[in-house]
């Protein structure tokens, strides 16, 4: 890995933009012994003179210094879009290098930046944690009381830095980010608390509405919990935001004459997010700096829903103030019950215990791991283990697992039952299913359009099913919920909103969750 980091810039069609960035650039202390490359993006299909003359222009300035040690230019023959060219160019030079500085042709840089990402880079080389160094910092009211550099659970992207081992973990598959979003509950962090609403960033992406990177990178990198360091003071400005930028118009005036600091010191800083800042970005963004009116309005709402959640609830109003389970709003209802069930039976969970999707319930309530298994039919989860169909047992490994964590899974197989015999089949002998199905439960949209939402089961019917495969003595079953928290769930209101005690008081009358506890004979 290099002493210094190899600068990217990104540039397409702003000269005057091109310019000023390289400038700045240029008087960064570390310029002179710096390597900068530059990919400059082609026209698109059918650009206009105007554009082809810029492009042109753009392309002489770039050339027009030594504005590094070395500079090397790439200029693409045809358009690939500012998200794609990050992307490709990112992967490219940080495969070379191991680590990488970004910047974008309307980034203006202090003359520290490139020390201060330099350092961090160097500093948190090793920890695998860290997965990204923002040099840009919003302009948050009383930026004096925050240390010089400190850790939030959110990158920005206006002067950056990471490294090969943590870009590994980009996924540019905005259907399988917002999967996992959803399935890890973490929908309202990655709203910033619900102060800023980034996960319509990912819907439009996966619409084909937008085009873009930087979200799908804050969501890969919160699925895997990294940390990203910020400096207090600002050491970037974005000089786009008059509308001349690619994706950016601050029609607020928010970030127009950002302050920029010279420098930043680096020094370690104890790994843990600052909740203080996270608060000042939060009321920040929430403050309209390109949020819009809406979701401000839409916020609002939310709550003075959430001070009225009985009378949202007996009035029976006729939208729900949720359609993702209220994961935008906290951890759903039907997850607070997997959640109690596999507490319940945490002492079943030990030895090789596969789980579908994901490893998170076997790492939280798991005793005695012996090894940890993800299942996934998609060769596209980066966290599955065995890829494979429960319904087509016959290619799955016989005798796998000493435990299988099932949750919510049935529901979206059409062949049902053939999926439970998976689950016997892959089980070793005397190994125990701990297996979750929905009962009273909103379609999954979601799901439906991708594999299909088919089931929602009756304890009777579920019991059956699996005594026809394990055998009447080696299932139990049980259920959660109630009518208060069935109409709670179908509303799309949150666990945390609900007092606990509405939760745990069970009617048969009602299952919200059904679990199973399904053991392999010996």
Same mark, same amino acid.
């Given at each position: 890995?290099? @002493? ?21 650039? @240029? ?9 900068? $490359? ?5 026209? #698109? ?26 500079? *090397? ?10 998200? @794609?060219? !990050? ?88 259907? $399988? ?11 309202? &962090? ?20 937008? #085009? ?38 601050? +029609? ?13 010191? /680096? ?19 929430? &403050? ?13 709402? #939310? ?5 009225? +959640? ?13 359609? *993702? ?13 997997? @959640? ?12 090789? /215990? ?19 298994? *993800? ?29 299988? !964590? ?10 049902? &039952? ?50 026809? *495969? ?9 259920? $959660? ?5 069935? %109409? ?15 939760? %745990? ?18």
């Amino acid at each position: 890995m290099p @002493e210094l980091a190899p600068i990217v810039l990104f540039v397409y069609n702003r000269p005057w933009h091109a310019l000023q960035t390289l400038e700045a650039l @240029e008087k960064n202390d570390l310029a002179s012994e710096s390597i900068l $490359y530059i990919f400059a993006d082609g026209p #698109k299909k059918n650009a206009d003179e105007k554009t082809i003359n810029q492009i042109r222009d753009t392309r002489a300035i770039i050339k027009k210094n030594l504005w590094c040690k070395e500079v *090397v230019i790439h200029e693409r023959e045809n358009n690939l879009g500012l998200a @794609e060219s !990050i992307i490709t160019g990112v992967t490219e030079i940080i495969n070379k290098y191991g680590n990488i500085i970004v910047l974008e042709d309307d980034i203006v840089t202090s003359s520290g930046f490139l020390s201060y990402v330099n350092s961090a880079l160097r500093l948190y080389d090793s920890n695998e944690k860290v997965m990204h160094i923002s040099a840009y910092q919003y302009p948050i009211e009383s930026p004096q009381q925050l240390p010089s550099t400190f850790f939030v659970n959110i990158p920005t992207c206006w002067g950056w830095g990471t490294w090969a081992r943590a870009w590994q973990n980009f996924n540019n598959d905005s259907s $399988y980010l917002s999967r996992e979003l959803h399935r890890n509950g973490i929908l309202k &962090k990655f709203n910033l608390d619900n102060n800023y609403d980034y996960y319509s960033q990912i819907e439009q992406n996966e619409k084909g509405i937008l #085009k873009t990177w930087a979200v799908k990178w804050y969501a890969s990198f919160l699925l895997k919990k990294g940390f990203s360091l910020h400096p207090n003071y600002s050491l970037t400005k974005n000089i786009g935001l008059d509308n001349s930028g690619e994706n950016c118009n601050d +029609l607020s005036g928010k970030y127009l004459n950002q302050n920029t600091t010279a420098e930043i010191n /680096v020094s370690q800083t104890d790994l843990k997010e600052s909740k203080l800042a996270r608060k000042k970005i939060g009321q920040f963004l929430n &403050k309209g700096a390109n949020t819009g009116s809406v979701y401000r309005f839409r916020n609002s709402l #939310k709550n003075v829903i959430r001070k009225n +959640l009985p009378i949202s609830i007996l009035f029976n109003l006729q939208n729900p103030v949720s359609r *993702v389970f209220g994961f935008d709003r906290g951890l759903p209802i039907d997850r607070f019950y997997i @959640e109690e069930f596999l507490k319940t039976n945490g002492d079943k969970i030990h030895g090789v /215990v596969l789980e579908i999707s994901e490893s998170v319930y076997t790492n939280k309530f798991g005793v005695g791991i012996e090894r940890s298994e *993800v299942i996934d039919y998609s060769q596209s989860n980066p966290n599955a283990t065995l890829i494979g169909d429960l319904t087509c047992f016959e290619k799955l490994p016989i005798n796998f697992a000493d435990c299988f !964590i099932c949750t919510q899974t049935l529901n979206f197989i059409y062949d049902f &039952k053939k999926g439970i015999k998976g689950i016997y089949h892959i089980l070793k002998q005397g190994g125990a299913a701990l297996v979750t199905v929905a009962g009273i439960c909103q379609v999954s949209q979601y799901d439906a359009d991708r594999w299909g939402d088919y089931w929602r089961f009756n304890p009777q019917g579920i019991k059956i099913a699996f005594e026809e *495969v394990f055998g009447k003595n080696n299932i139990e079953v049980k259920t $959660y919920g109630n009518s208060y928290s069935a %109409t709670a769930l179908l509303k799309g209101i949150a666990a945390d909103e609900i007092k606990r005690n509405k939760l %745990t008081f069970f009617d048969k009358d009602y299952p919200v969750v059904i679990a199973i506890i399904a053991k392999k004979n010996v």
